[in-house]
C-alpha cells in the first residue's frame, strides 16, 4: 500500500531547542495533517493543510505543505516539556474515500 | 471538531473469544473510521463504517473477523471476533464531521489485550 515516510524516528533534546521532523511519499496528497499522540490517548490534530505550498501555524508549532504536494514538514519552537509524545504525519490521497495513510511517527523526549 | 466516547478504554481477553468495541459520538458525523495501532506502531485502517450498509474493508482486514455496525450517525461497533494474541492493539474509533475530506477526530482508543 501507500506509504509515508516520516523521518526522524526519534529525538531527544534540549528543553527550549527548535524541532523539526517532516514526511515524504512518491504520491501526492491532497491534505496533509499533523497529529501528536500521548501514551493512553488518541492522536489529537495539532494542523491540517489543503493547499501545496501552505505554511500554518498553530502557537510554537508551523506546518507546511511542500509544493509537489509530496511531502509536509512540522517545526516546533522553544521546545517545552510538554511537547514531549509521539508525532504522526498523515495524508489523504486524491480520490480516496476519506481516510488518511500515516507515517510511523516521530518519538520527542524534551529534557528539562 | 466532536467529542468521541469509546468503550471499553481496556479490557483483558481470553484467546477465541469476541469483544465488541462501542464508538459514540456527540454530533452526527459524515464517516467514521476505524483504525488499529499495535504496540509501539503507526495507525492502520481497518475499514470504513457506512451508516445503513455493509463496512469498507481494508486489504488484509475481513468482515468475519471484523464485523462493524453503523446504525445510524452517530454510532458505530467494532467487534473483534476470535481474538488471538496477535490482536492486542489499540483500536481507534475516528471521525470526519464534515465532507469527504480534511480533518480526522479519534477517539481515546481501545486498549485490548489478548492472552
Known amino acids: 500500500g501507500q506509504q509515508l515516510n516520516q523521518s526522524p524516528q526519534s529525538m531527544f533534546i534540549q528543553e527550549g531547542e527548535d524541532v523539526s521532523m517532516n514526511c515524504t511519499s512518491s504520491?501526492?496528497?491532497?491534505?496533509w495533517l499533523w497529529y501528536k499522540q500521548d501514551p493512553g490517548e488518541g492522536p489529537v490534530l495539532l494542523i491540517a493543510?489543503?493547499?501545496?505550498?501552505e505554511l500554518t501555524s498553530n502557537g510554537r508549532l508551523t506546518a507546511q505543505f511542500g509544493i509537489t504536494r509530496k511531502d509536509s514538514f512540522l517545526n516546533i519552537s522553544a521546545s517545552i516539556p510538554s511537547d514531549v509524545g509521539i508525532y504522526f504525519c498523515a495524508g489523504q490521497l486524491p480520490g480516496s474515500q476519506g481516510n488518511l495513510i500515516f507515517g510511523k511517527g516521530t518519538k520527542l523526549s524534551v529534557k528539562p | 471538531s466532536a467529542v468521541i466516547s469509546q468503550k471499553p478504554s481496556r479490557d483483558i481477553c481470553q484467546r477465541g473469544t469476541s469483544l465488541t468495541i462501542q464508538c459514540q459520538v456527540d454530533s452526527q458525523v459524515t464517516m467514521m473510521f476505524w483504525y488499529r495501532q499495535q504496540p509501539g506502531q503507526s495507525l492502520t485502517l481497518i475499514a470504513t463504517?457506512?451508516?445503513?450498509?455493509?463496512?469498507?474493508?481494508e486489504s488484509g482486514f475481513v468482515i468475519d473477523k471484523f464485523p462493524i455496525s453503523r446504525p445510524n450517525l452517530t454510532f458505530s461497533t467494532l467487534t473483534v471476533s476470535n481474538m488471538s494474541p496477535e490482536d492486542s492493539s489499540i483500536y481507534l474509533c475516528?471521525?470526519?464531521?464534515?465532507?469527504?475530506?480534511?480533518?480526522?477526530?479519534f477517539g481515546e482508543g481501545s486498549r485490548l489485550t489478548v492472552l
Open positions: 504520491s501526492i496528497f491532497n491534505t
Open positions: 475516528s471521525v470526519r464531521v464534515t465532507g469527504l475530506t480534511g480533518e480526522l477526530f
Open positions: 493543510l489543503y493547499k501545496a505550498g
Open positions: 463504517a457506512n451508516q445503513g450498509s455493509e463496512a469498507t474493508y
